[in-house]
């Protein structure tokens, strides 16, 4: 009988030992499953009230309000960008940006020259001016296709000038999209303009 009594007193004390183990396991899995989702929650894998901005695209900047993508200063930055700001007109700030070479391309039938210095206006943010910085040279060829497309008729009136800046706009806007995913060019301007 003495080692019933002694089996029937051990048995008690490994269920008390199996029993304390489960409980500290259980709260050991509680916890890392509480931390577990404390990060997802922290990271925004899972639920939240905040979802992520998608990306719109450049947005327009109101006159004296910061640019979050302000681009440099005039001494520091590369290219020709400049940024405008008065009280009268648009309500958004205009932003230029001066291509630095001339464009100079045989016109439709091969008779004539064209050579024309251009800039680009938007009143969206900054990331506009750095994308048209970045992708110049993409945009330059664009540029030039459209030029040996034109017929010299189509720019010897105001009329066709102002055509063709709608078209070197959406030209240079297409590019920007292809490259970008946004365009944001506004108008072109002709800061010289020679027909040979």
């Given amino acids: 009988m003495s080692k019933d009594a002694e089996t029937a007193d051990d ?3 490994k ?7 489960m409980l500290i396991f259980g709260v050991l899995l509680l916890g890392a499953g509480g931390g577990g989702t404390y990060a997802a929650f922290a990271t925004g894998m899972i ?15 109101l006159k004296g309000e910061e640019d979050p ?3 440099k200063s005039e001494k520091d930055k590369e290219g020709g960008a400049k940024v ?20 100079t391309s045989n016109l439709a039938g091969g008779m004539n020259l064209v050579q024309v210095s251009l ?25 030039l296709t459209e030029l ?6 189509e720019i010897s009136s105001a009329q066709g000038k102002e055509k063709l800046q709608k078209r ?12 970008e995913g946004f365009g944001g060019v506004d108008n072109v301007y002709f800061r010289s303009l020679i027909v040979q």
Avoid at 47 to 61: I, N
Avoid at 148 to 153: C, K, P, Q
């Fill in 15 to 21: 269920k008390k030992g199996g029993l304390m183990k």
């Fill in 11 to 13: 048995a008690p004390k």
């Fill in 119 to 143: 800039a680009a206006s938007t009143h969206k943010d900054g990331r506009v001016l750095m994308w048209l910085h970045d992708h110049e040279l993409a945009i330059r060829s664009r540029i």
């Fill in 69 to 71: 993508y302000a681009v």
């Fill in 84 to 103: 405008v700001h008065g009280s009268g007109g648009s309500k958004y700030r205009t932003a230029y940006y001066e291509f630095q070479e001339e464009f």
């Fill in 148 to 153: 040996a497309a034109t017929d010299v008729d």
């Fill in 168 to 179: 070197l706009a959406s030209a240079i806007n297409e590019e920007l999209v292809e490259h």
């Fill in 47 to 61: 639920g939240g009230s905040e979802e992520a901005k998608e990306d719109k695209g450049p947005e327009y900047v």
